[in-house]
């Protein structure tokens, strides 16, 4: 029988997390993750965000992996609820994105450290690669935290590791002492301006997070109709469009460090969030155009279709530009007329933006 094995220690860094959440900076005891490795199952290197990550060979040649992931739970649009993160894996294995209503029949209980959790099995044909892929991903959320599961990889593989998969989470537990609020040392810092982490920027390659440099929040134009509003302690900035018959848009503004998990994965992550198809690498250039901004080379995307949570038409305009180091994102969502009567405005407030 497999032996219960420790991940690696997960400490925080001090003062990185947002206001609010639980102090985990004087912990006494390193955090350990314990469980039972199912045979077969090999240790991987941790990498970003991972508090535990494995590899699982098949016949073939075929592969999978898993991953374990802890972010705060009060990230809004990334861990407070599961139909976003859905939506993003069914969008990684080519399905359309489902509604709320839609997402509680996808949904299995399982249980995590003896708690229970959601489950979510997704299978199709990767858009990069065209093979049958599926994906397991379970959530479980505990003292502040969202812990994130996730075996992807071959179809065939992923549906036989399946019960090995329940089995593992059923065998984690938190080492004495443990303090379920912190996170691997291999966590991007979220630090910065105002302790601010944007919501709606990008996810990063499972569930991600992004930090701000904590630069001042650049100058711009803000176009006349467009009203300011909080945006959470996670925006840079938030404002409210809207048009005839109270028919509305949003214009989010946020900031990730590096390429905010890159193009590919965040134009797919948009088009699941219009019910849309994921695209493949090649094809790429036909929803993204490159765009000339005073800071410097960016690129913008034009989306139409069907809002996943309620069915209504809707578009998306959204830029985004590498600077020193980190990617801005600046998108406006909404009712199709609207975005439309507010296009214009709308790039003429990413012109005028200065860092």
Do not use: C
Not at 38 to 64: I, T, Y
Not at 102 to 117: D, N, Y
Not at 162 to 173: I, N, Q, R, T, Y
Request: charge should be neutral; avoid cysteine; charged fraction near 20%.
């Amino acid at each position: 029988m497999a032996k219960e094995q420790p991940s690696a220690q997960a400490q925080v860094q001090p003062g990185g997390l947002p206001p609010g959440h639980p102090d985990t900076s004087s912990a006494a005891t390193p955090a350990a993750l314990q469980y039972k490795l199912p045979a077969g199952w090999q240790e991987a290197p941790l990498g970003e965000m991972r508090a535990a990550s494995f590899r699982v060979a098949g016949k073939d040649g075929k592969q999978a992996e898993v991953s374990v992931i802890p972010l705060p739970a009060n990230l809004p649009g990334m861990t407070s609820g599961d139909l976003d993160n859905v939506n993003r894996w069914r969008g990684q294995v080519g399905l359309p994105g489902v509604s709320e209503a839609e997402l509680a029949k996808l949904a299995e209980s399982v249980e995590i450290a003896g708690q229970s959790a959601n489950l979510y099995e997704q299978a199709g044909t990767n858009p990069g690669s065209g093979d049958k892929s599926r994906i397991l991903a379970a959530v479980m959320r505990r003292a502040g935290m969202a812990w994130f599961f996730k075996m992807t990889g071959d179809d065939a593989l992923v549906a036989s590791e399946k019960p090995a998969f329940v089995e593992f989470l059923k065998s984690v537990s938190f080492g004495p002492g443990m303090a379920q609020t912190q996170l691997p040392p291999s966590h991007p810092p979220i630090v910065g301006q105002a302790s601010r982490l944007p919501t709606d920027g990008p996810m990063m390659t499972h569930v991600g997070t992004a930090a701000s440099s904590g630069q001042p929040k650049p100058n711009w134009e803000v176009p006349s109709g467009w009203k300011e509003i909080p945006g959470g302690q996670f925006l840079v900035a938030k404002f409210v469009v809207t048009g005839a018959a109270n028919a509305q848009a949003n214009v989010n503004v946020s900031m990730s460090p590096g390429d905010g998990g890159g193009m590919l994965a965040n134009i797919n992550r948009w088009r699941s969030q219009l019910s849309l198809t994921p695209v493949a690498e090649a094809d790429l250039a036909k929803d993204v155009q490159p765009l000339d901004l005073p800071a410097g080379k960016a690129s913008v995307a034009d989306l139409a279709g069907q809002d996943a949570k309620d069915g209504q038409k809707s578009r998306l305009v959204a830029v985004v530009l590498p600077r020193s180091g980190e990617t801005w994102f600046y998108k406006l969502m909404g009712n199709a007329q609207v975005v439309e009567q507010e296009k214009d405005a709308f790039m003429k407030f990413v012109q005028s933006v200065k860092y």
